[in-house]
């Protein structure tokens, strides 16, 4: 088995050699011509996806603060402001609760480059008609 391999190593492939097989494939030149052309269109649709992978990949990097003490100060920020929104609308009922806390936008305050990222994520997925769902803090 070794020696038959060192065989074929050594075997040079001449221009003769490509054109006697585009020969055999003349009778199926249509076939060629529609799969080659499919091949240009799915190699140009992935290299558009490959170029959209970086930008998509901002939108899942963090930027956290620095030390714990300044997280858990941003975070009691948050917490008071989502009670005096609550407090705020003390006679009305939950759904409009909810809606009154998903109008701060904490979403936007505590990462503002993952909102923008967001917003411009659901802004491609619009205007190119992406079977995505882009909500104010996943994708699905």
Not at 27 to 53: D, H, K, N, Q
């Amino acid at each position: 088995m070794g020696k038959r391999k060192k065989e074929f190593e050594n075997v040079d492939f001449k221009p003769q050699s490509y054109f006697r097989l585009l020969a055999y494939s003349k009778p199926y030149w249509g076939r060629m011509t529609v799969g080659i052309l499919a091949g240009f269109v799915v190699g140009g649709s992935l290299f558009g996806s490959m170029l959209m992978v970086p930008q998509m990949m901002m939108a899942v990097e963090k930027s956290r603060p620095a030390t714990t003490a300044e997280l858990k100060v941003e975070e009691n920020k948050l917490a008071t402001e989502i009670v005096e929104t609550v407090e705020k609308k003390k006679n009305e009922s939950t759904a409009e609760k909810v809606e009154a806390v998903d109008e701060l936008d904490i979403l936007a305050q505590r990462d503002a480059k993952l909102a923008k990222e967001l917003k411009r994520i659901r802004g491609y997925a619009e205007k190119y008609d992406l079977p995505i769902i882009v909500a104010s803090d996943s994708i699905t």
